[in-house]
């Protein structure tokens, strides 16, 4: 089995090509937290009071609450004075009127595939880049609003759609929501906002590139989604970060609010840096994620691969609250060396025939600990509602873990919900099959893996997709047209 | 040579030459050991060799691993061809067509050339190219598994074939397109042992020598008339003469 | 106050009295024990295996506690001249030394099981000597009597040496309409290849609490099935560990829980691999109607060296009233990587084409319902070995079903 250990080392980490940091001038405000910090953060961003009063009640809250401590991850102690809270990367150009970008920036981005300048899009994607604190570039911005369709960063947003900020802003992941919820809210620098207005269907996949440049910062993303009735959008989030010995805290928030009629797609390729072959530096990737399918007939659909990050604290959740809503959550999460990561799902079902969908594939190798944690809530009104889940773990090595942790909460007895899982090592037999067709035991590990988790991979937008494979290192699929 | 699967001797001393271009046959009762020196001589992990050697072409098999082994030109029809859930039939051949080229020091194939010569020897053995598109045996009727080695067989150009009871629980419509398949694709250099239990696959793919494997041993070797005498007499006569 | 207290208190003034009616071997772990409780006081919800049940408010009432000696007959013969052996003893009267078992099965560190060995005064030994097999089940029924709230603390140690082979039926019955809480621990101990087949069943009223904890350490080549029935109760939590500590063992748990009304039924299992080539079974299955809660949480935990550990946990369950809520948590926490290990669970409605079908036939829905809920737990009592019991357990669910089993049926004291 040494040998696809080292399969999945090269997923992990040999092929961490991102470990690069960008030399650009960036404004780190000193670290450490509290209130002065806060009021810094809102005043750079020229933030209108009440978010001001957002952020410093979320901050008090903060203060009240402990760690969590109940995830199958031993998260390090975290110093919250040793960060800081805001790096800006594009402060260069701050004061000229029209922004010009670094091109060093620029660079960075095409370095990491994701290109600033429209010419160069991938077809169909228009991308939001975000590095460190703050929103580097958004593309494509200008066609989207033809169709009405707002897609910016949100502290743009906060200037031009004031009203829509306020009316969304916390309404799904209120700041109270956990621990790390409240911080985010007290100090969240940048990310995504999407308006999709009524009856539209956006016309192209709307993409967020989060990078954690500089040393020593926290990024705390904040990306809110809202899908007015009868519309359709597909958003992509990618992450990277540079490789340090230190640990990185990552602890972003989305919230996805899905009116009657509408569908959102939301995927995530999550490669954030993760860590070294002893388990040194990597990202806390502290994350609360969740839509509310608040209309008749909404549809939201999660799927994430999830190869990088230290520790892995992440829950994408769908509330259904619209009668006939459907929720979908796939989730690849591969782990090696000394990762960690505890993810999953929660679907609360409210709505009247609602369904869920849970698709899990861990993959465990090295000395890693790899949970899935979901919860599916029926509530006493919810009649109808079905959940499927599916939750499997493939093993590769003896000193790593897989590990199922669903909770079923039914009060409704209408409900059909069923959960299976299962846990095995990699199949013996397959291994020798393609041995003996003449594929080197680390290609069909990585045939077999690919194969395994081939129906959340499937769930991707196309260029995500390879991209996904490609981390999974299945060079033969990534190739196929 | 001798060979333990899971601590249990299995085989009890085979010896065995089979020169390029030879057919032999592998005749013999349940649990002989047949499949035990097909899997030692393919390299399955599983099974052990205790004492002896395998040589192919000068080379020392049992130092080699099972896809060096593969590289070289041994391939196996599976008895039981195994499933690979979520793997496409393309994409498998691909990685192992590449394997081997890549072996020979050869470039990888394009992707359009690749294509073309599976079109080709799909149309070989008669094999949908909508099975193609599947997951690697997933799904996959017994005579489309048995189709689908000779299949892998032809894409990969082996110069040595054991077709593991290729044969079993095939019809006779079956039966011809897969004996008829592997005969287009002998060359003259093609060897092949052929394991089976009955005569009908040997009326198509014609041994020059038939060996009877008995607990471990192979107890008698001779020409193509033993296999008939077999058939018609099944192996009683042949333990008979050996107590 | 936080009900702890009460029973510090009560420890504090009674301990004395206890230990004076008990015997060293109990005395000896109690106080170590009491000072584990003290510094624990009941668990909250928030500790994960006590999240279903609010042990805090079951042991707020103020209970008497019921220091009655154990007294063990000696087995009669069924027929003249056939003399019985005896496998039945109380703790106090031990034909061995029970220090090296006694509270060193349990999980010292859980509250509930603290608490019980902080006040119990006696309780059973169930001692199989080597290669020895009882000619018939030993069953012990525990009947629950007073005329004042009570609560009962329970212990039993099962000891099967090496070769034996028992089978152990361990009834609850309450004989009064009273308040009575009870706390139970059992302990097993199997020496390599031993077999046991033991069964509890609970049949008390809605007045009832009980928190039962039973720990069974398993040697090698052995194999234990342990089925867990509630049919009639009010509050019922009920622990199940087993610890696989020898090769080539198998562990099978069944549990039937059928409740309506108020009640409440927590079952909590951990099945705890901790060498290789071992077996686990588990099979749960709730039908929760009234106003009722069900909860069903179960780990399988395969350790490090557990390789070729084979393990399926499944956890069927019907919610048949609007009102009734069920919760199931089944858990795989795995450190091995040679293991083939499932788990399945399902909350589920009853069949509608069914119920249509067997309606056109003619059969009224509530008997079509009945039916199928009938079919649904039959899976379960189809495991049960015991022939006679199984039989009886088909109708004892079936009259629970139809409403005629409202209190323990088997009772002669309540009429």
Redesign the interface.
Known sequence: ?SESNEFVRNVAEKKYEFGFTTDVHTEIIDKGLNEDVIRIISQKKGEPDWLLQFRLDAYRYWLTQQQPT?G?VTLPEIDYQAISYYADPTAKSKDSEKKEIDPELMKTFDKLGIPLEERLALSGTAVDAVMDSVSVKTTFKEKLSEKGIIFCSISEAVKEHPDLVKKYLGSVVPPKDNYFAALNSAVFSDGSFVYIPKNTRCPMELSTYFRINARNTGQFERTLIVCDEGSYVSYLEGCTAPMRDENQLHAAIVEIVIMDNSEVKYSTVQNWYPGDAEGKGGVLNLVTKRGDLRGVNSKLSWTQVETGSAITWKYPSCVLRGDNSQAEFYSVAVTNNHQEADTGTKMIHMGKNTRSTIISKGISAGKSQNSYRGLVR?T?NADGARNYSSCD?L???????????????????????????????INEDQLMYCNQRGISTEEAVGLIVNGYAKDVINKLPMEFAVEAQKLLSVSLEGTVG | MHATVGGKEILKGVDLTIKDGEIHALMGTNGAGKSTLSNVIVGNPAYEVTEGSITFNGQDLLAMKTEERAHAGIFMSFQAPIEIPGVSMTNFMRAAVNARRQALGKEPLKSTDFLKIMREKRKLVEIDQKLMNRSVNEGFSGGERKRNEIFQMAMLEPTFCILDETDSGLDVDALRIVAEGFNKLRTEETSAMVITHYQRLLDYIKPDVVHVLIDGKIVKTGGPELALKIENEGFDWIKAELA | MKSEQQYIELYNEAGALIKQKSCPVMNAVRDEAFRVFEAKGFPSKKV?RYKYTDVDAAFAPNYGISLNPIEIKAPQPCKEGDARKQYVFSLKNAPIDLAPYYNNVADKADALTALNTALVHDGLLIYVPKNECPADPIQIDNWLQGTAATMMNRRVLVILEQGAQATIIINDHAADKQRFLTTQVVEVVCKDNSHLDMYEIEETTPLCSRFSNVYIREGRDCSVKHNSITLFNGQTRNLCDVYLTGENSEVTLNGCVITDKNQRVDNNTLIDHQVSNCNSNELYKYVVDGQSVGAFAGKILVE?DA?KTTSQETNS?L???????????????????????????????MDETALFYMRQRGIPEDEARTLLKNAFMGQVIDQIQLRPLRDKLYVKVEKRFRGELDKCEDCRLCK
């Open positions: 089995m109940w199958h029926v006493k773990s093993l590769l090595g003896s000193e790593c873990g897989a590990h199922t942790f669903p909770y079923m909460d039914i009060h409704n007895n209408t409900a059909t919900i069923e959960h299976e899982a299962t846990t095995s090592k | 994960e490090k390789q369950n919610c048949a009233s609007s009102d009734a809520r069920m919760f199931t948590q089944p858990m795989l926490e795995i450190y091995a990587d040679d293991v083939k290990c499932a788990h399945g669970s399902t909350v589920g409605v």
